[in-house]
């Protein structure tokens, strides 16, 4: 089925440092969503971002969305330890109401 | 406020063996969801409700069978276990397709 790709698949970066991550789709979509998941927990919302939008803030997450390139990124500022988490990207892209995930990406954030 | 609740949060089957997972919601949401994250495969749908008296397919539903007799409640069926079920499984929810799901935080199911 057709799905949100991240990239990369892992990332490790120190304490205070940037995080950047990427999330590309083939076809339109209506809305492009990020969230979370710590070890052993459920994902958590972080961020729904819609086709007609470029950008989008909350606290230190910073969402864009390009369709022209069919391609979303996250960036985290000034990295904290408890972000280490794994991030994953939610289209409704091919015409599907139903979102569907990508493989996601491992973030560590080394204290 | 509970949010989604998952139940039980751990289980080991024989192969064979029949069980039932719970997924219970408390914020009225119409859309409920079961999905199983395997290593390397991210989230996958299992089945899915639009509301309380409907299920779909999804993307991964051969082995598994759903009912949502009432809104707050989704279950997902194991009839046969077979060990390819091993896997985490979440139940998620929300208002409509379009808006944030709220999950909960999965039941670990080993099968031996």
């Known amino acids: 089925s057709q799905q949100g790709e991240e990239d990369p698949q892992a990332l490790s970066i120190q304490e205070g440092e940037n995080a950047t991550m990427n999330c590309s789709y083939k076809?339109?979509?209506?809305?492009l969503q990020w969230y979370r998941q710590n070890s052993g927990r459920g994902l958590v919302h972080l961020i729904l971002?819609?086709?007609?939008?470029r950008e989008k803030h909350s606290g230190r997450l910073r969402v864009t969305l390009d369709t022209s390139k069919k391609s979303s990124s996250l960036l985290i500022t000034a990295s904290r330890a408890a972000d280490t988490a794994s991030y994953f990207c939610?289209?409704?892209?091919?015409?599907?109401?139903?979102?569907?995930f990508g493989r996601g990406t491992s973030l560590i954030v080394h204290p | 406020n509970a949010g989604v609740t998952q139940t039980p949060k751990f289980r080991v089957l024989k192969t064979g063996q029949s069980m039932t997972l719970l997924c219970a919601q408390d914020m009225n949401h119409e859309y409920m969801y079961w999905y199983r994250q395997d290593p390397g495969m991210g989230l996958r749908l299992i089945h899915y409700?639009?509301?309380?008296?409907?299920?779909a397919k999804g993307e991964v539903p051969d082995g598994y069978n759903v009912s949502r007799l009432k809104k707050q409640n989704f279950l997902l069926g194991l009839e046969s276990a077979a060990p390819s079920q091993t896997s985490v499984y979440f139940c998620?929810?929300?208002?409509?397709?379009?808006?944030?799901?709220?999950f909960g935080d999965g039941t670990r199911l080993s099968i031996l």
């Open positions: 076809t339109s979509i209506n809305n």
């Open positions: 971002i819609r086709s007609n939008e």
């Open positions: 409700s639009v509301g309380e008296g409907t299920t």
């Open positions: 939610a289209t409704d892209e091919g015409g599907s109401y139903i979102p569907t």
């Open positions: 998620a929810s929300s208002y409509s397709a379009h808006q944030p799901q709220h």
